[in-house]
């Protein structure tokens, strides 16, 4: 599992040290750094697939993310006593991983000045099961591609979730090990039956239904209400007519699901398009994934996912240090810095910095006045 990871002259941050832990939960105000976090540990997933680490540096546009070039990578106040250096620091198992890379303005290959000397097979980051998630997921269609190579041989859903229906259709009927946080009333264990009991947590009666088109390189996904036959049965909907909301967080549902323990989840945004309760309902989906031994690593500006998290501590699904809660903010002379609120075994937290989940209060008292 990664403990902690320091970032040096790596976009928003002239230096970054934060712990980490099986649940961690990135917060704050827009453009403060936070999607920073989670596309540091892209670029080390990405630059690995491809074959470059530990060797030859970091591949700044791939499958993962595309960050442009060395001055786009570059912070912007750089320390000149690392001649800029741009450094990602990982400490995983009590073993270091350092990779510092050089600058180069219009090159998206950035040479390797230092390598870790620990295995690399052996940090989590790069073993199978890898996922990340980013905030502008697939939208809602009518069909969705059929990738080989992305969702059965690898078993990845794609930044944007595009695999997620071909990785359902071929994954169906698996059952779900116990260490997967499976719904206590699913009809059965299987992936499909799983999936269809956490959705109804957010949509109460619907149910999926995976196709292959059979010829083509496509799938479809289709939605149906209050049972599959009879008399109560709906008709069949394209994810196109039913909203945003169920097609935008089935790859959220997904990868929790089929998380294995010792692989790491990378989650931006997993409220978007949820009503409240469903918000709610993925800090705990969250929570139960960590607990089954994956690190999942999440960006949110949602209290109700802060919330979900807090009641799952309070139940006992994680313990106070399996959570890291992190709020990045801006300083009055513009840089960025990052407060960790703690969390106690009755959900309490430690302290609310300024900004940090307050709008609710802060309004409120503008209500009130």
């Known amino acids: 599992m990664i403990s902690r990871i320091r970032l040096g002259n790596f976009k928003a941050f002239a230096r970054l040290d934060i712990g980490m832990a099986p649940l961690t939960l990135l917060s704050g105000i827009n453009a403060t750094g936070k999607s920073t976090v ?15 680490l530990p060797e030859e540096g970091l591949l700044l546009n791939g499958e993962l993310v595309s960050l442009g070039t060395g001055k786009d990578l570059l912070h912007e106040d750089y320390d000149e006593d690392e001649q800029p250096a741009i450094s990602i620091h990982l400490t995983d198992n009590d073993e270091q991983y350092l990779w510092a890379v050089g600058y180069s303005r219009e090159d998206d290959l950035l040479q390797a000045h230092s390598r ?12 199978p099961g890898f996922q990340y998630l980013r905030a502008d997921r697939a939208v809602p269609a009518v069909t969705y591609p059929k ?8 078993g990845f859903l794609g930044v944007t979730g595009e695999h997620t229906v071909n990785y359902l259709r071929s994954h169906q009927d698996d059952r779900l090990p116990d260490t997967a946080p499976r719904h206590d009333r699913a009809a059965s264990s299987t992936l499909l039956d799983q999936v269809t009991a956490w959705m ?30 009879g008399l109560r049965a709906s008709n069949r909907y394209r994810p196109t007519n039913v909203g945003f909301g169920l097609t935008y967080v089935l790859p959220v549902v997904v990868s929790c699901l089929t998380a294995a323990p010792n692989t790491v989840m990378l989650i931006e945004n997993p409220e978007a398009h949820l009503h409240p309760h469903g918000q709610t309902l993925m800090g705990k989906l969250a929570s139960r994934t960590a ?30 240090t399996e959570v890291a809660l992190h709020y990045f903010h801006r300083t009055a002379t513009g840089s960025i810095s990052s407060t960790r609120p703690m969390i106690g075994p009755d959900g309490m937290l430690s302290d609310w910095p300024s900004g940090f989940f307050d709008e609710w209060d802060r309004t409120l008292d503008n209500l009130l006045s």
């Open 38 to 52: 989670l596309q540091a540990l892209a670029i080390l997933r990405q630059s690995f697939d491809a074959g470059i």
């Open 116 to 127: 870790p000397t620990s295995p690399l097979a052996a940090l989590a980051l790069f073993q």
């Open 147 to 154: 990738s080989y190579e992305a969702a059965i041989r690898r």
């Open 200 to 229: 109804q947590e957010l949509c109460p009666g619907v149910n999926l239904q995976v196709n292959d088109l059979e010829g083509t390189d496509l799938v479809q996904l289709d939605y149906g209400f209050f049972g599959t036959a």
């Open 291 to 320: 607990a089954g031994g994956a690190q999942v690593i999440m960006e949110t500006h949602s209290d109700h996912v802060l919330n979900g998290l807090r009641i799952s501590v309070k139940d006992g699904v994680l313990q106070p």
